[in-house]
């Protein structure tokens, strides 16, 4: 078997070592045909660094790495282009994004066979590009990866990151104005940043990140795991991989991480790879901030606008989920105006490591969370509502009651409704929230394989079952051959628990 390229980002290194690499160079001939300058935005740890080394290669005129893939014959391999690469994927503190891009461009110039003069980094980054094409007679390519590195980093202070920003946006200024020395650039990232706010006045920045033709540029496809993973993947059941780890969408095949893939065949247990790769907690920070409605991620409908960009100053958490990989394209509707996208968590490694996330925020059960889970998880399989009100009242009996006060969002009555949503959502389990139909909107729908909850939440008031029987919340899942189960719940505000705990069976 061929070994797994985990953590390889460089091509050439693959190619040598005889990894297994699943051929993009269809896509990369596409681009360097066709466009000129091109942004791609996907997750971290999706192959966007291999990608874009791959193209450097391909440049660089270096053939021998190609053979066997689709480019080798397709290619004219007489071609050779002078390559600029620059990696923000080092630079952490914001006061050294500009002597941390001196360091790059020397390296550039090192590498290139020229010397800099210059000292400000605008005139440093102009200076290279323009020495390159004199000395090598050439049009210069220039590759940047992770371009927005430096801003989200400090995504959680606006201000730091502003001024990030700014930095980023005279580096990048600099490739309109040397647009006569250049042959192709290619930008990749997590965020996609208006172009007004950061690619000022780069009007031919086309950006591929949700064109179905690039759809699979970066990530595999389920076909990979079946034929070129297959030594690998041949005693595995298919659909719990599937279920683990595919589902990202960028409108071509739904796709796996590759982070996720190699690290399973690599230690053969399904575990949280990808997410435990990253920082998190970063995103709960922002989440609270805002006093964000965490059973909102299960049923969110946003126009093209949010999908497509956010600013900093304007953030809109549903852009951040869906850049940083924690939801994904659902469906599209084609709208008179335009598209809307119906977004979701993509799978059940990102579904249960974000709900046990949540639920640690909301109520510092890291101890207690597991037993708390598997006690809900029973009593729902079993049908058995009075342990499930018990189980719950011991649950919001346990939460520390600083953890209600210590920051806003123990204030409101989302509170509750956040705190069973996640704990449900961390169990696996399909569910709807905030469930819409002709008789109304129902809190939250649990759909079991053979029974469903309709479940209806209220603060200090025993409405709650009788607003699900009046409105006929259930009357859509009648016919369906499973068993309906109503529960209305209501909260005490003094208390911080359940006051009442009412339900019903419905007989179909």
Known sequence: MKALPIGIQTFSKIREGDYLYIDKTKEALDLIKNYEYVFLSRPRRFGKSLFLDTLKNIFEGNKKFFEGLYIYDKYDWSQKYPVVKIDWRSTTKIDEIIIDFKRILKENALNLGITLEEDEYTNQFRELIQKVYKKYNQKVVVLIDEYDKPILDHISNIEVAKGAREILRRVYTELKANDAYLRFVFLTGISKFSKASI???????????????????????????????????????????????????????????????????????????????????????????RNYYFPKIANIRVDERVIESFDIEKLKIESLLFQTGYLTIKNVYEKRLGYEYELKIPNLEVQVSLSNLIIDYLTNQTTLRLDFEDKIYEALLQSNLNTLKETLQALFASIPYNNYVKNEIGEYEGYYASVL????????????????????????????????????????????????????????????NKKIYLVGITFDSKTKNIKSFEWERVEN
């Open 199 to 289: 690619f000022s006045g780069l009007n031919n920045l086309e950006d591929i990140s949700l064109n179905p033709d690039f759809g699979n540029i970066c990530g595999y496809t389920h076909e990979n795991i079946k034929n070129e993973f297959f030594e690998y993947s041949k005693d595995y059941d298919l659909e719990k991989i599937k279920e683990w780890y595919n589902g990202y969408y960028f409108l071509k095949d739904r796709i796996y991480n590759p982070f996720d893939i190699l690290k399973l065949f690599k230690y053969k247990r399904f575990k949280n790879y990808w997410w435990e790769s990253g920082q998190a907690y970063s995103l709960i920070e922002l989440l609270k901030s």
């Open 421 to 480: 949503f996640s704990y449900f959502y961390a169990l696996g389990i399909d569910l709807i929230a905030e469930d819409v139909n002709s008789y109304g909107r129902i809190d939250l729908t649990l759909l079991l394989e053979d029974k469903i909850y309709i479940i209806e939440f209220k603060v200090d008031s025993n409405e709650a079952l009788k607003q699900i029987k009046e409105k006929g919340y259930f009357k859509k899942y009648l016919n369906k």
